[in-house]
Each structure stands twice: as C-alpha cells, then as structure tokens.
C-alpha cells in the first residue's frame, strides 16, 4: 500500500548551506512557556503573603510595659540589652508582622515615642508587645 509521501521517508533530513545549524538548547528555547499575564506571579505572590493583625495591649499591660521603658531609662547609660516583640506593620496591605529581636538599646526619643536600637533600628512604643531587660 502505497502513502502519498512515502518518497520523503527515505531522505536525509536536509541541512542547510548558508546558515549554521541551531544548537539544541536554542532550539527548545523556542517552546519555553512564557508568561502570557505580565505580573500575575507577582500579584499572587502578594496576595498570598500572610500577615497578623495588631493585638492591641490592656491596661495592665500598658502599665507594665511603661515601668520596664522607665527602668531602661534609667540605665540607657549603659546601652543595656533587651529582648522584645514588637509589630511593624505591612506597607503595602492591611496587617503586619511580629519581630522578636535581642540586642542593645542605643537610646530613646520622644515625639514619636520610640526606641532606638544600636544597630539603628526604630520602634515605636506604640508598637512593642513585650519588652525584657537582660541583666549584664
């Protein structure tokens, strides 16, 4: 039974004179998927991305957090080292994260309220949840 290209079967594949031949890795390059919406990933990724909520402290809380502020007030003379959580919140959507970090207290300002850590991070008062003095 004879096919209608049965003659093409039997041929060398052709190559061409003029031009050199594609490397293969090239070649597949062709038939890559490519990212049809621009950004989804990125939009997805955001989405996806968790944050908390601020827990807001009682009174007591309130109170005892602003005792441990006035005994490292006390002390800043000695850059003394704390442990503490606190939230900072999202940039880009609602809800933030909770740090716990360890390190030296550099000072403390007033307007806004916070504290300054050696290696120049910011917190605000408003954002510590728990607050720690390391005794040396």
């Given at each position: 039974m004879s096919h209608k290209y049965d003659d093409l079967i039997s041929q060398p594949h052709h190559t061409s004179s003029k031009r050199p031949r594609m490397p293969t890795h090239d070649r597949a390059a062709q038939f890559a998927p490519f990212a049809a919406l621009t950004g989804y990933q990125e939009v997805i990724g955001e989405t996806s991305r968790l944050t908390t909520e601020k827990v807001e402290l009682g009174?007591?809380?309130?109170?005892?957090?602003?005792?441990?502020?006035?005994?490292?007030?006390?002390i800043l003379d000695q850059q003394p080292a704390v442990i503490l959580t606190y939230f900072q919140p999202d940039g880009r959507k609602e809800g933030g994260t909770y740090w716990t970090v360890t390190g030296a207290v550099r000072a403390i300002r007033l307007n806004p309220d916070r504290l300054i850590m050696l290696d120049g991070t910011e917190i605000l008062f408003s954002c510590i949840r728990t607050l720690n003095i390391l005794k040396p």
């Open positions: 009174d007591d809380m309130k109170e005892e957090l602003n005792q441990k502020l006035q005994q490292l007030s006390d």
